[in-house]
């Protein structure tokens, strides 16, 4: 399968007012800080949202975003599967905001502070794999697996470009501090 098209920063800034923008983080991310006119649609809502997507496409360029572009160009990839072509922002939100743009809070969301996907992954990572090790140590040495098998799944995530441990952290609590309001992204996306 070939790669996504992409947009760079500067690229994407000047189309901003052509482009539909779709922001696959979850919605705790969202609300710390989205693009401009942004609507969310967690990543895995996508394939819910591909026939308003498949609309929005119809009308024009849709462009995905995440923090860093992962997780958008996967969700880039699941709508290439069913016909929807999709552009990636390279280097997501971070590389937006390194470049001194504004990213949207809403007044009205919740505010408590929301850690990226990326940064709870290599928390919760790190902690297990310290936590195999100690267990290791001081209960039975077949608890150092525990760590073997964070350090496979860490590799297997980089090889295959996706990230088992930041889906299952997504379905946390912490990560959905209010719900996507997904039937009005959906009606937007749908209406134009």
């Not at 000047?14 to 969310?40: C, W």
């Not at 990543?43 to 949202?49: G, K, P, V």
């Not at 996907?117 to 608890?143: I, N, W």
Request: hydrophobic content about 45%; aromatic content about 2%; proline content about 5%.
């Amino acid at each position: 399968m070939t790669a996504p098209l992409t947009l760079d920063v500067h690229q994407a800034r000047a189309r901003l007012a052509d482009l539909t923008i779709i922001d696959v983080r979850t919605p705790g991310e969202y609300a710390s800080g989205h693009l401009p006119g942004a609507l969310n649609v967690p990543l895995d809502q996508i394939r819910r949202a591909a026939p308003e997507l498949r609309h929005a496409a119809d009308r024009g360029d849709v462009l995905l975003v995440c923090a860093s572009g992962n997780r958008s160009e996967n969700a880039c990839r699941l709508l290439a599967e069913q016909g929807i072509t999709a552009t990636n922002l390279t280097g997501g939100t971070t590389a937006w905001a390194a470049e001194g743009h504004a990213l949207h809070r809403p007044a009205a969301c919740d505010t408590r502070a929301s850690w990226g996907m990326e940064r709870q992954v290599r928390l919760t990572a790190g902690m297990l794999v310290l936590l195999g090790l100690l267990l290791g140590l001081l209960v039975h040495p077949a608890f150092q697996l525990l760590s073997a098998g964070i350090a496979g799944g860490l590799v297997f995530s980089a090889l295959t470009n996706t990230c088992g441990m930041a889906v299952l952290l997504a379905k946390l609590p912490h990560n959905r501090p209010r719900t996507t309001d997904l039937a009005t992204t959906l009606a937007t996306l749908r209406h134009g």
